[in-house]
Structure formats: C-alpha cells, structure tokens
C-alpha cells in the first residue's frame, strides 16, 4: 500500500527541517525523508555537515522573529564582528556584512530538526530519495529506497525539496519553464574545508582574526573563487577554499600547474604563517569534507506544479560569498508556511502557491541576479586588476554597498577621470561600469518581479537575456 501525507519534505537539513516545521505548526500532517539516522539529521554526505560555518546575525534574528525559535550557544559557537574581505596582495581590507555567527553545524541541525519533530512533524531516517512521482505533469509525491534497500512511494498533496544542491527530485522534474534541472558547472563552486585547533604564533589580522571572519581573495590560490579562515571558539578555526572549473584549468594551463581543489586547500594552508600547530578537530566526524555549493541568483521560479524547492535545491546561496545558511533557513520558514497554508485552504494550485515565489523575492531574492552579474564579472579579474580596483575602483562604502546587490550612488564616472592609469585598468573600471549598470536593471527586474504566473516567462526571458549578455562579455581569466 503506498502511503500518504499532506506535505513530504525530502532532505532536512536547514531548509527542509524549517519548511517540515512550519509546515507541521499550520496542521499539515507533514513526513521528512532523509538518509541520516535521526542524530545525524541535516549531514550532508559522509563527509559530514561541509560548511563554512559563518552566518549573518540578520539571518538568526529573522529565525526568531517569524517562529519564535532563539537560537543559543552551544549551537551559535561563536559571535564575529562581521566579514572582512582581503585583496590579493592583502594590503586591503574592506568590511563585508555585520555582526554574525560561526555555527556549530551537526549542533543547529540537530536542533532545528527536534523543532520541526515538537511541532509534529514525523523524522523518517535511513530513506535515499530517488524522484519525483509525476502525474499528468504535476509533482505527486516520491519515490526511493527504505534502509532494506526495498523501493517505496509515498503520495502527497505538496512536495517541498529540501534534498540540497544535488537534489534528485529536482533533477527528475519533466523539463519546463519554472525550474531548471541543472545548474551549469560555471555557476558552481567546488570547495572544501577543515575544522582545525591551531596554536596562533605571533598576530597578524591578515592571516587569523579571532573577531572576523577572513575571506582572501587570490585568483593563484583560489581561482574564480576565495580562502577563508573563520575563527570557532578557543583557537579553532574553519578553514577552507573555493573554485571554479574554467578558471582553474585557466590558471594550471597559464602556470603550467597540475593543482586540483585538494592541493590548493593544501597550498592556501601552508601559505598561512599563522597556521602552526594545526590539528584535525573531527567532533561529530565532521573534520574535513568536500562538496559543490551554487554561486548565480535562486531559480526564477521556486515551484512547480505540486512542488516546492528551498535551500541548495533551488541554487540559493548568495552568488559572491555563497552563504546559503540564511537564504535555506528563510526559505524554509516561507515555504512550510505556504505550503501549511495551501493545505488548509484545499487548494495546491501554483496560483496560490506562487506567493512563495513572492515572498521569497521580497524577503531576500531580488539582489541576487545584481549579485551573480558582479560574480561573473569579478572572476573575469586577475589579482594585479583586484589589488588595483580595491585601492581605486571603490570606496569601502561603494564596495558593501555592491556586496548587498545595491548600485552606489555616486558618480563613477568621476572616479576615471581623475584616479586611473594603465589600459588594463581602465578597462577593468569600464568593465566595472558596464557590470554596474547591468545591476541596476536586474534589480529593477527584480523589483517587478512576477506577482502572478502568467507575467513569468516574458519577465523571466529578459532577465536570462540581460545575465547571457554579461555572461558573454566576461569570461574568466584568473592569471
Ligand atoms: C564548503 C562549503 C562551505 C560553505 N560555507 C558557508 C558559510 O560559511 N556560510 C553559509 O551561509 N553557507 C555556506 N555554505 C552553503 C551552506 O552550507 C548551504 O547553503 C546549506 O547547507 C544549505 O542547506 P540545505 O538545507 O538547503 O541543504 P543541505 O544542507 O545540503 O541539506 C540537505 C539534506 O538532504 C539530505 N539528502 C540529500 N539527498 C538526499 C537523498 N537523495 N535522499 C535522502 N536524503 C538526502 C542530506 O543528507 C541533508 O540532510 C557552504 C557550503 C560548502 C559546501
């Protein structure tokens, strides 16, 4: 007999446990699936919960306001200043994002998965979800593996996919206009990272900062992405780098080199003078661990016909940091409300789930096309052009302002005029100005984003239109 529920949520991890949870306190009799036995709920693979760990304190506090729910040591490891933001050559520092968290992972996911379980939601473990079922094109339930390895379905009204990036419902979906099967490998990250104790020899806030979260960015070290070091409490840190496919295969060729993403974690390292002393901290078995994490704006659409996605499932982390804590915890919160929603009102069409779109978009979605336009630019500039444009290209102002998808609004043009030398730079700021001017109409898109179905594919024609054009004229070129 195959069984039935109102709601399935695949996957819980962030997004899935507050989408299961939301959805489960609005009375949906709501099922997660997901492959972790219940004291490991929300690991990713076997590497264990891979992340960066940081978090914005705006996002903790939109958790708390919408459901109530505070969030404490020991699963907040500790509070940071804000982000800070080094050039290659570490002579500038710009302050990204405000006060924030470093996470103590397998800790939070275990919380917010006894949260969504009280509001009575059922944890199902050991499951491998395998696809959608698909009737008439509408989503109508899952299909996978129990833990004897025995195929299973399981109906229900709403699906929501919080599987993560490598989602197989999303995969699965008939191909249509909402939701895209796969994100292209030039919108993704390949990053590692380990959990370290260290012993700090000497100071040097460049390198270690137990305040700050540190991102380096350094197209040698890290191509088409960044080095971070993220302090946790006592002196351990989360360590660790991202890259790009085309600009690391750029940079071997330009350098000769032969270096993957597990040599240049090695390399950006033992770069840092600071790290001395290093030990494996692997509490929870989460010490080191490889994975993918999407860097372009969330899918234009979040649903499908009896289907939702949050979190990594619909590309959500933020194009140039790839902080994809808030985004999936928000979602989820959005998507368990709606979906609670359109189970009381007995209606799951995508008219009345299209508010999720909406919400999601007013909330935080309509900065991250503006967003992934400055990525694809920032990836096209080698480390000489980055030092350059930190010291003359912006202010700090200008800088943060362009790190939340907002356009400054001062003249740049001024700026060429007065400060600039060299045709490589200049052609940089030009590039800049173009990049910048492509943001303003993203976000303008974004602004006017679709508050029905019917209004979506012209908008969303445009906007793939405005972003192939940036796509085209800039094309990685890390050395
Ligand atoms: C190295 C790295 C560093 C990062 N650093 C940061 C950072 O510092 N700050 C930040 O904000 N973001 C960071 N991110 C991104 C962040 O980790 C993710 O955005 C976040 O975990 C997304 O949560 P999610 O709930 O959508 O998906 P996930 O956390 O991936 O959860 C998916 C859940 O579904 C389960 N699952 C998947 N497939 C199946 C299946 N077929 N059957 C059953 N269960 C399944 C998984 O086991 C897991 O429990 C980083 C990512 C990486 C890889």
Same mark, same amino acid.
């Given at each position: 007999?195959?069984?039935?529920?109102?709601?399935?949520?695949a996957?819980?991890?962030?997004?899935?446990?507050?989408?299961a949870?939301?959805?489960a306190?609005?009375?949906?009799?709501?099922v997660?699936?997901?492959r972790?036995?219940?004291s490991?709920?929300?690991?990713? !693979?076997? %590497?264990?919960?891979?992340?960066g760990?940081?978090?914005?304190?705006t996002h903790?506090?939109?958790?708390?306001?919408?459901?109530?729910?505070?969030?404490?040591?020991?699963?907040?490891?500790l509070?940071?200043?804000?982000?800070?933001?080094?050039?290659p050559?570490?002579?500038?520092?710009?302050?990204?994002?405000?006060e924030?968290y470093?996470?103590?992972?397998?800790k939070?996911a275990?919380?917010?998965?006894?949260?969504? &379980?009280?509001?009575?939601?059922?944890? =199902?473990?050991?499951?491998e979800?395998?696809g959608?079922?698909i009737?008439?094109?509408?989503?109508?339930?899952?299909?996978?593996?129990?833990?004897?390895?025995?195929?299973f379905?399981?109906?229900?009204?709403?699906?929501?996919?919080?599987?993560?990036?490598?989602?197989?419902?999303? =995969?699965?979906?008939?191909?249509n206009?909402?939701?895209?099967?796969?994100?292209?490998?030039d919108?993704?990250?390949?990053?590692?990272?380990y959990?370290?104790?260290?012993?700090?020899?000497?100071?040097?806030? =460049?390198?270690?900062?137990?305040?700050?979260?540190?991102?380096?960015?350094?197209?040698?070290?890290?191509?088409?992405?960044?080095? %971070?070091?993220?302090?946790?409490?006592?002196?351990?840190?989360?360590?660790?780098?991202?890259?790009?496919?085309?600009?690391?295969?750029?940079?071997?060729?330009?350098?000769?080199?032969?270096?993957?993403?597990?040599?240049?974690?090695?390399?950006?390292?033992?770069?840092?003078?600071?790290?001395k002393?290093?030990?494996?901290d692997?509490?929870?078995e989460?010490g080191?661990?490889y994975?993918? &994490?999407?860097?372009?704006?969330q899918?234009?659409?979040?649903?499908?016909?009896?289907?939702?996605?949050?979190?990594?499932?619909?590309?959500?982390p933020?194009?140039?940091s790839a902080g994809?804590?808030?985004?999936?915890?928000?979602?989820?919160v959005?998507?368990?409300?709606?979906?609670?929603?359109?189970i009381?009102?007995?209606?799951?069409?995508?008219?009345?789930?299209?508010?999720?779109?909406?919400?999601?978009?007013?909330?935080?979605?309509?900065?991250?096309?503006?967003?992934?336009a400055?990525?694809?630019?920032?990836?096209?500039?080698n480390?000489?052009?980055i030092?350059?444009?930190m010291?003359?290209f912006? !202010?700090?102002?200008e800088?943060?302002?362009?790190?939340?998808?907002?356009?400054?609004?001062?003249s740049?043009?001024?700026?060429?005029?007065?400060?600039?030398?060299?045709?490589?730079?200049?052609?940089a700021?030009?590039?800049?100005?173009?990049?910048?001017?492509?943001?303003?109409?993203?976000?303008?898109l974004?602004?006017?984003?679709?508050?029905?179905e019917k209004?979506f594919?012209?908008w969303? =024609?445009?906007?793939?239109?405005e972003?192939?054009?940036v796509?085209?004229r800039?094309?990685?070129?890390p050395?």
């Amino acid at each position: 007999m195959e069984e039935s529920y109102d709601i399935v949520v695949a996957g819980s991890g962030l997004a899935g446990s507050l989408a299961a949870a939301g959805a489960a306190r609005g009375g949906a009799k709501v099922v997660m699936l997901d492959r972790n036995d219940y004291s490991k709920a929300g690991r990713k !693979t076997n %590497w264990g919960w891979v992340c960066g760990d940081a978090v914005a304190k705006t996002h903790v506090d939109f958790i708390e306001k919408e459901i109530g729910l505070k969030l404490n040591e020991p699963h907040l490891d500790l509070k940071v200043d804000g982000v800070l933001v080094l050039s290659p050559d570490l002579s500038k520092k710009f302050q990204f994002e405000g006060e924030g968290y470093s996470l103590d992972r397998p800790k939070i996911a275990k919380l917010l998965v006894d949260y969504a &379980v009280k509001q009575g939601a059922e944890y =199902r473990p050991h499951v491998e979800v395998e696809g959608p079922i698909i009737e008439n094109n509408v989503v109508v339930g899952v299909f996978g593996r129990d833990e004897k390895g025995e195929q299973f379905k399981i109906r229900s009204k709403i699906v929501i996919d919080g599987l993560g990036i490598a989602s197989t419902i999303r =995969r699965k979906l008939p191909k249509n206009d909402y939701i895209e099967n796969m994100v292209s490998t030039d919108d993704i990250e390949s990053t590692g990272r380990y959990i370290m104790k260290f012993k700090p020899e000497g100071e040097d806030l =460049r390198y270690y900062d137990p305040k700050n979260a540190l991102i380096h960015l350094n197209q040698e070290l890290a191509p088409g992405g960044y080095g %971070w070091v993220f302090p946790k409490t006592g002196t351990r840190i989360n360590i660790g780098l991202g890259v790009e496919k085309k600009s690391i295969e750029i940079r071997n060729a330009k350098l000769n080199k032969k270096d993957t993403l597990h040599t240049l974690i090695d390399q950006y390292i033992a770069w840092n003078p600071m790290m001395k002393g290093l030990e494996m901290d692997n509490t929870d078995e989460n010490g080191k661990g490889y994975w993918s &994490v999407t860097v372009r704006r969330q899918f234009d659409s979040l649903i499908y016909p009896g289907y939702m996605g949050a979190g990594d499932s619909m590309a959500m982390p933020n194009p140039i940091s790839a902080g994809g804590i808030g985004p999936a915890m928000t979602a989820g919160v959005l998507a368990g409300k709606v979906a609670a929603e359109a189970i009381s009102a007995k209606d799951t069409s995508m008219e009345f789930l299209w508010k999720y779109n909406v919400k999601f978009n007013e909330v935080y979605g309509s900065k991250t096309a503006a967003l992934e336009a400055f990525r694809v630019y920032l990836q096209s500039l080698n480390n000489d052009l980055i030092n350059y444009g930190m010291h003359h290209f912006l !202010t700090e102002d200008e800088a943060v302002a362009i790190s939340y998808g907002n356009v400054p609004e001062i003249s740049l043009a001024s700026k060429f005029q007065k400060l600039l030398s060299g045709i490589a730079n200049i052609n940089a700021f030009k590039n800049l100005l173009y990049t910048r001017d492509k943001m303003m109409k993203l976000n303008g898109l974004y602004m006017r984003y679709p508050s029905t179905e019917k209004e979506f594919l012209a908008w969303k =024609r445009i906007v793939n239109a405005e972003l192939h054009e940036v796509k085209q004229r800039f094309q990685p070129n890390p050395v």
